[in-house]
């Protein structure tokens, strides 16, 4: 239902002699529709041979977030990732991510997933890639950074 609708209500009664009468009522709703939540633009990244941090956030304008590992998840992040809390409020949310040095060599696709109270969802997908160094997987790649 949109915020700030009317809708119209019949209601008809029939009495033993057949005689009819209806009245019609306006049902009305007020208020701001709810808000999808909006993850933090991130783009594709690209590790050299050192870790890397960044940080995922998420904001809600209504403010209905609630604060649980369900709000903000991350998958497809290469072994040995930690994600941690930087901040959880019902409007906004962050996670800071580290990806060690070593990992396997490869394109990892990952994907971020955001909800509020009421389950609207907000997804957003990037790429971690790790080229290959001088043992013959493939060159050293890009030069660090995003692309």
Do not use: C
């Not at 497809?76 to 580290?98: K, M």
């Amino acid at each position: 239902m949109p915020a700030n609708s009317t809708f119209n209500v019949t209601y008809t009664a029939t009495d033993s002699d057949g005689n009819v009468t209806s009245v019609t009522l306006p049902l009305r709703k007020s208020g701001a529709a709810n808000a999808t939540p909006q993850l933090d633009p991130i783009s594709d990244l690209w590790i050299g041979d050192q870790s890397v941090t960044f940080t995922v956030g998420l904001s809600d304008k209504d403010g209905n977030m609630t604060i649980s590992p369900q709000t903000l998840t991350i998958s497809g992040l290469p072994s040995g990732s930690i994600q941690g809390f930087l901040y959880t409020t019902p409007a906004r949310y962050e996670i800071q991510v580290s990806v060690p040095a070593g990992i396997d060599s490869g394109i990892y696709h990952v994907t971020i997933q955001g909800k509020d109270a009421v389950n609207d969802r907000t997804v957003a997908h990037m790429r971690i890639l790790k080229a290959g160094g001088s043992d013959g997987g493939g060159g050293p790649g890009p030069s660090p950074g995003t692309f």
